[in-house]
């Protein structure tokens, strides 16, 4: 049985994205139960922050994720894939944890999530995907109740230079917002070294109930191509049509435009990207991400991201005279992890990271004029 992904030529990230093949599969239990191939991966993930300046928050987190896929030949020539992925980050309470400068969701349906990053669901995939062979590569249909349209890189989740940051990108809404969505259709072609995809999905992100699942739709859609020259490199450019996707400005569609670089060798592995937001009607917010992560040997790791987003939802009240007013924020976060095996298939990662803060004087006030972000974590993971 030829397995997913096609003979290594990359490796598979989230949804139907694709990742060097140079960053490995991923981490976990790779076990044959009769015709099927099982891949169980999780971890979970404790990490006390203190965001700094007058708005950020101290907190004490802790975020969690377990995938379960299973693969099988269909015949000749035919393969299926089943995924489900769940978390327990809502019992982390509705405004999730302190995370300075990102936006996005909701607490209650009612107070815009600001300096704060929202839990995920329960329910983060529950997907399948068909793959035939025709010609040099295959026809796929991918999809499900809660699914990843082909829209921006490989959430941040599943990408190898984002393994050890402890927090999630402030442009995460920018890039891989999409990677729960309630109700996701896709069909592409996939060949060793390219790939051309089309989704149907839901533009509107999930709401405050996060135990539960939400009402799939399919008013959105996206197209992406990817291409895996070597398997050192994954490019993708892809851009979405997106129909009322925040809860809280139900009037706006959205049009987002992203273009990724991953590159990964031996120990290192890097990615940077761009997106271009346009809010329709109104501005178009630009954000800019680089990450890297480097395994200095089987114990210790470097890691940093730099971002730079624009955004116009730091103040959300209409009473306050810096309300809807765009401003450019750059963040650059490093940190180090320590890695150590525990029982069986499982391993520790020991660590922290420090973030620092480029911002217009406007936002002083608001802000101070040097807020630093301190994070300590402990990391337990299916990691053989």
């Known amino acids: 049985m030829t397995m997913l992904p096609m003979n290594g030529a990359y490796g598979e990230g989230s949804g139907t994205a694709r990742n060097p093949a140079?960053?490995?599969?991923?981490?976990?239990?790779?076990?044959?139960?009769?015709?099927?191939?099982?891949?169980?991966?999780?971890?979970?993930?404790?990490?006390?922050?203190?965001?700094?300046?007058?708005?950020?928050?101290?907190?004490?987190?802790?975020?969690?994720?377990?995938?379960?896929?299973?693969?099988?030949?269909?015949?000749?020539?035919?393969?299926?894939?089943l995924r489900t992925m769940l978390s327990l980050e809502p019992a982390m309470g509705a405004k999730g944890y302190p995370n300075l400068f990102a936006t996005g969701?909701?607490?209650?349906?009612?107070?815009?999530?600001?300096?704060?990053?929202?839990?995920?669901?329960?329910?983060?995939?529950?997907?399948?995907?068909?793959?035939?062979?025709?010609?040099?590569?295959?026809?796929?249909?991918?999809?499900?109740?809660?699914?990843?349209?082909?829209?921006?890189?490989?959430?941040?989740?599943?990408?190898?230079?984002?393994?050890?940051?402890?927090?999630?990108?402030?442009?995460?809404?920018?890039?891989?917002?999409?990677?729960?969505?309630?109700?996701?259709?896709?069909?592409?072609?996939?060949?060793?070294?390219?790939?051309?995809?089309a989704s149907a999905f839901r533009g509107r992100e999930p709401n405050q109930y996060r135990w539960g699942i939400e009402r799939p739709s399919l008013d959105s859609w996206s197209v992406r191509a990817t291409w895996t020259p070597s398997p050192a490199w994954a490019l993708q450019a892809s851009h979405g049509r997106l129909k009322s996707p925040e809860q809280l400005e139900a009037f706006r569609d959205e049009a987002r435009t992203t273009a990724s670089v991953q590159y990964a060798s031996g120990r290192i592995a890097t990615l940077v990207?761009?997106?271009?937001?346009?809010?329709?009607?109104?501005?178009?917010?630009?954000?800019w991400l680089a990450e890297a992560n480097w395994d200095l040997d089987r114990h210790n790791t470097l890691f940093a991201r730099g971002e730079s987003v624009a955004n116009d939802e730091l103040f959300p009240d209409p009473r306050d005279p810096l309300h809807d007013r765009k401003f450019r924020v750059n963040k650059l976060e490093g940190g180090y992890a320590y890695r150590l095996p525990l029982v069986g298939p499982f391993?520790?990662?020991?660590?922290?990271?420090?973030?620092?803060?480029?911002?217009?004087?406007?936002?002083?006030?608001?802000?101070g004029t040097f807020p630093v972000s301190l994070s300590l974590f402990a990391k337990v993971s299916l990691a053989r």
């Open 22 to 81: 140079n960053a490995g599969q991923m981490l976990g239990e790779h076990v044959m139960a009769g015709d099927w191939a099982l891949m169980l991966h999780g971890y979970a993930w404790a990490t006390y922050t203190d965001q700094g300046g007058p708005r950020g928050d101290a907190d004490l987190f802790v975020q969690s994720m377990a995938m379960l896929s299973a693969t099988r030949g269909l015949g000749t020539g035919a393969r299926l894939q």
């Open 105 to 197: 969701e909701t607490a209650d349906g009612v107070t815009q999530l600001v300096d704060r990053q929202h839990p995920h669901d329960l329910f983060m995939e529950l997907s399948a995907r068909i793959d035939v062979d025709a010609g040099k590569g295959a026809a796929f249909l991918y999809g499900g109740p809660v699914a990843e349209p082909a829209l921006g890189p490989s959430a941040f989740m599943h990408r190898a230079s984002a393994t050890y940051q402890p927090m999630a990108p402030i442009t995460h809404h920018w890039f891989d917002s999409t990677h729960i969505t309630y109700g996701v259709l896709t069909a592409g072609y996939a060949a060793p070294r390219w790939q051309l995809e």
């Open 273 to 287: 990207a761009y997106s271009a937001k346009h809010k329709l009607p109104g501005r178009v917010l630009s954000a």
């Open 347 to 367: 391993d520790a990662a020991l660590g922290g990271a420090v973030g620092v803060y480029a911002k217009p004087r406007a936002l002083d006030q608001a802000y």
